[in-house]
């Protein structure tokens, strides 16, 4: 039962598309499990650059089903947006299947989301605005509205006025917004029906199926771990579990069945939004990487915030994961320094911490402790083995790995599809 997890280590953005797709040729399911189009993954085929945001990474490569999960919320806009441009690039998407439990984001989650943003003031989140909260939220309250749901009009009906009865109390009495009609979102959310519908299965039972037939399944995280609604740095964080659980829970594939946990870091760090990150970089050094880098969000078009490299956020990725290996991306990005420093432990109130506080204050208030690791001149990108990269930055590796407390075990040397380093096969 080959069932790997692939997931961000640090805050979200740090090439799991490119890891992804890596593997798609080795795979014979891709399964997002969690979040929704508030996600962003870009992708690089040859020539051709694409960006992702709800589908999954696996959908570019022919021989992979590519999965929506039930842990995933779906804006079908989006959805068929994504998929219309894939087509018109000559990609097909036939394959894709979705989930029919999965949840709806209906237009009057993104209006909840972007009025009570703008409501919070300097106290917002830096959600995307996209709906995904109130959409979860309507899920735990459940009022939520199901991709099945979209098949039988009286219930859809039902539990949109249901949705709405305490939502329109707040649009209008505490934003001052208009009320919104339950017979329009009805409307609207049934003219996806029929399109939807070839694309809607049981995957809990196609997925589990797979498993028992050897197939090898890979399950993609939407965001980082320090991202998770549970783990993260709460309440900068999205509103699912993009750690290792989050795969069981979103896929209704059992633990006993994942056999291997990967987890995504950039060599440096970044991060998009609000909340603490003791290694931003507000000098040159934080342009160059935003600037060479190409820091810029997938999703939400915003400048990336960028600092060196994070052991202690690494080694807690490690633990509340359960990774076997590390993907480790951006690699290229780092030629040029003469040196590199790597924050290995933290200072909080005069005393030096080397794992990730659990009071959010002191996290808040952590200032890094940094070691400098030589750096390298040399042009990485054409490396294909790791004995080909510069020996200060085979050093570098082998340095963030025995922090880490997992193998690094592929290595990126640049955006390109084959400009990666396998050091261990994943499979």
Avoid at 112 to 124: A, H, I, M, N, Y
Avoid at 144 to 173: F, H, M, P, W
Avoid at 285 to 291: I, K, N, V
Wanted: glycine share 12%; aromatic share 8%; proline share 5%.
């Amino acid at each position: 039962m080959p069932a790997l997890v692939l997931l961000g280590a640090q805050w979200g953005d740090e090439g799991k598309g490119k890891a992804t797709d890596l593997l798609g040729g080795s795979v014979d399911y891709v399964v997002r499990y969690q979040g929704g189009n508030n996600a962003g993954h870009t992708v690089v085929v040859g020539d051709q650059k694409y960006a992702l945001h709800l589908l999954p990474s696996g959908i570019l490569t022919p021989e992979c089903t590519p999965v929506i999960g039930n842990g995933v919320v779906v804006d079908p806009s989006v959805l068929f947006s994504e998929l219309n441009g894939l087509n018109e690039r000559g990609v097909d998407t036939s394959k894709l299947l979705i989930s029919g439990n999965a949840h709806i984001i209906t237009p009057y989650n993104v209006t909840v989301d972007k009025v009570t943003e703008r409501f919070l003031g300097k106290r917002k989140i830096g959600t995307t605005g996209r709906g995904i909260g109130p959409t979860y939220a309507d899920k735990i309250n459940r009022v939520g509205i199901r991709v099945q749901d979209l098949y039988d009009e009286s219930i859809l009906t039902q539990k949109v006025e249901a949705a709405l009865d305490g939502k329109n109390q707040l649009l209008t009495k505490v934003f001052n917004r208009r009320a919104i009609e339950a017979e329009q979102i009805v409307a609207e959310l049934l003219t996806y029906a029929d399109r939807l519908k070839p694309y809607v299965a049981d995957t809990v039972l196609v997925l589990n199926k797979a498993l028992d037939d050897n197939k090898v399944v890979l399950f993609e995280g939407g965001q980082g771990t320090l991202l998770d609604i549970d783990h993260g740095t709460y309440p900068f964080v999205t509103s699912s579990n993009p750690t290792a659980g989050g795969a069981c829970t979103g896929s209704g594939v059992g633990p006993t069945k994942i056999s291997r946990v990967i987890g995504i870091l950039k060599a440096y760090t970044t991060r998009v939004g609000a909340g603490p990150f003791p290694t931003e970089l507000f000098d040159a050094d934080g342009d160059a990487l935003r600037r060479i880098g190409g820091e810029r969000g997938v999703t939400t078009g915003r400048d990336r915030r960028c600092g060196w490299f994070d052991a202690v956020i690494a080694r807690y990725a490690t633990r509340v994961n359960g990774l076997t290996d590390f993907f480790l991306t951006k690699l290229d990005v780092l030629t040029g320094w003469e040196e590199i420093p790597v924050c290995v432990a933290y200072e909080i109130d005069g005393k030096r911490v080397e794992e990730l506080p659990y009071s959010q204050s002191d996290f808040h208030h952590a200032k890094p402790i940094y070691e400098t690791l030589p750096g390298w001149s040399e042009d990485i990108t054409k490396a294909k083995s790791f004995s080909d990269l510069p020996k200060n930055a085979q050093a570098y590796v082998k340095a963030l790995e025995e922090m880490s407390g997992a193998p690094i075990s592929a290595i990126g040397v640049g955006p390109g599809r084959t400009e990666t380093i396998e050091v261990n096969s994943f499979i």
